[in-house]
């Protein structure tokens, strides 16, 4: 088994900026994919960004230039960098992992408001 702690969220006003965290531990395994999920309010959950192993790097079109996912091998840790925040980054951010046979593993979730 896998553990995904999440850390980081909070409130922030328009134009600021958050850096979340995605702690891994339990199990060893072979990483696939890693990323970042948010669900808003009333909407469908969607994928943020991702970065594979070999650490190509993948963003939903409306974080485009405004979100970075990276990664610390050493510290089993992801990250998600995110500037120039709108109200509509308002959401739960969650932390996902894909494993080479194909078991995803979910974060608890981050709460993000953004909000002035």
């Known amino acids: 088994q896998v553990q995904l702690v999440e850390s980081g969220g909070g409130l922030v006003q328009p134009g600021g900026s958050l850096r979340l965290s995605c702690a891994a531990s339990?199990?060893?395994?072979?990483?696939?994919?890693t990323g970042w999920y948010r669900q808003a309010p009333g909407k469908q959950r969607e994928l943020v960004a991702s970065?594979?192993?070999?650490?190509?790097?993948n963003y939903a079109d409306s974080v485009k230039g405004r979100f970075t996912i990276s990664r610390d091998n050493a510290k089993n840790t992801v990250y998600l960098e995110m500037i120039s925040l709108k109200p509509e980054d308002t959401a739960v951010y969650y932390c996902?992992?894909?494993?080479?046979?194909?078991?995803?593993?979910w974060g608890q979730g981050t709460q993000v408001t953004v909000s002035s």
């Open positions: 996902w992992l894909r494993t080479l046979f194909v078991v995803n593993y």
């Open positions: 339990g199990s060893r395994v072979s990483i696939d994919i």
């Open positions: 970065i594979t192993s070999g650490g190509n790097t």
